[in-house]
């Protein structure tokens, strides 16, 4: 690379990466032929619309790349071309999301979300996001003792609001979500119901977690987290005589993005690919393993584990216990200083703020595509433990 001083700082990111325990619940690490699709010249190329209808010419091959990223993305979740469409040009999770509402909802019309704290996200409706703004949201919380959802609450909002969309989905949620509970409610309220897997796809990939295609109308994902892609997005529409498709579509594009990124969907299909086979689903396995006995033993050490315990890829642990311990930022200022990354985080009904609140969250994914296993696991608890408590 001629550019020494990009070149350097990757050097040296690549550096950070390697010398660190990354327990980011939302990265990951990429392969090498993702990396080589991300870095390649299909990045010169423009192409706005979709395959065979698009305003530029000389799109004869991204227009393959495009329609291999959407054949793999329906392949990897079992689902066919006459139910399904999939629009695999959304830059990110979050332009994802927002593009759904703009297709779905009218402006000022509802969406239900679960609140920030409670392990919900940004783009589900909070106030501080566009989505909160433009539209009206609707926030749940979980269950005060048990901090899992309280599906009861849930359809008692829902009928009383109204809401014109349900999301159900998290980015700090350690439990499997009933997807059957959730449409039932969409159904008694006349919402749609859009499944945000973006944190959990890789699981759902790898046949660890349920599948909430059979409930959806909406299925938003990143590709970044537990998936192992580049960082991208895929949005899935139910095709059932709604259109649902047509107007997503529409929304993606003229509506809301230019230009594909067509290295980027490259770099999405290899990883797609990547995750369909026996390799992967033994991957997904290991990290709901891999995180089940990092809970189970900070626990042990006498940590109190929000929503008591994970199913998934990640967990909350308590580290302000009720002003006995310390805050979330000094937490993880302490295990960054000692090589352990991970990031501050709310637990609900948190009385701290979001900039310092009273959490940390803690993910696997990325050590076990580093091949960290149960007795790492063990080691890495014990070592948070000690650093915390020093
Ligand atoms: N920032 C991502 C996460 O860490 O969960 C979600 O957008």
Redesign the pocket.
């Known amino acids: 690379m001629k550019d020494k001083e990009i070149s350097r700082l990757i050097e040296q990111e690549k550096k950070r990466q390697k010398s660190v325990i990354n327990l ?4 990951n690490y990429v392969s090498q032929d993702v990396l080589k699709a991300l870095g390649s010249e299909l990045t010169n190329k423009y192409g706005e619309g979709y395959p065979g209808r698009r305003y530029y010419r000389g799109v004869a091959v991204v227009d393959k790349v495009e329609l291999l990223a959407q054949k793999r993305a329906l392949k990897l979740f079992g689902l066919k071309e006459s139910d399904w469409s999939v629009n695999v040009q959304p830059l990110s ?2 332009p994802a999301n927002f593009a759904v509402y703009a297709a779905l909802v009218p402006i000022g019309g509802k969406i239900m979300g679960m609140a920030l704290s409670h392990g919900g ?3 589900h409706g909070q106030k501080v996001s566009m989505t909160g703004k433009f539209w009206s949201p609707v926030l749940y919380e979980v269950d005060k003792k048990t901090e899992l959802i309280d599906y009861e609450q849930l359809k008692s909002i829902a009928i009383t609001e109204k809401p014109n969309i349900i999301v159900a989905g998290f ?2 949620y350690a439990h499997i979500v009933d997807f059957q509970k959730f449409r039932e409610i969409a159904d008694a309220c006349g919402a749609y119901l859009m499944i945000d897997m ?2 959990f796809a890789g699981l759902v990939a790898g046949r660890i977690y349920p599948s909430p295609f059979p409930y959806a109308d909406i299925v938003t994902t ?1 590709t970044h ?1 537990t998936l192992r892609g580049p960082r991208s997005a895929l949005i899935f529409s139910k095709r059932d005589g709604r259109e649902l498709f047509k107007k997503i579509d529409k929304t993606i594009l003229p509506g809301l993005q230019g230009g594909p990124h067509f290295n980027q969907i490259a770099a999405v299909a290899v990883a797609l690919k990547e995750a369909n086979g026996p390799a992967f689903k033994k991957y997904a396995k290991q990290i709901v393993k891999n995180t089940k006995i990092l809970s189970d033993e900070l626990s042990r050490l006498g940590w109190r584990i929000i929503e008591g315990g994970t199913e998934t890829h990640l967990l909350r642990v308590d580290v302000w216990r009720d002003g006995k311990g310390i805050g979330g930022r000094e937490a993880a200022d302490k295990l960054e200083a000692a090589g352990i990354i991970v ?1 501050e985080n709310t637990i609900p009904f948190d009385t701290r703020s979001p900039m310092d609140p009273s959490g940390l ?1 803690l993910g696997t994914a990325a050590e076990t595509t580093r091949g960290r296993n149960e007795k790492d696991m063990i080691k890495i608890a014990r070592r948070i433990d000690a650093i915390l408590k020093r």
């Open positions: 980011i619940a939302s990265e999770g979050s996200h940004l783009t980015t700090a973006s944190h990143t987290k990031n969250r």
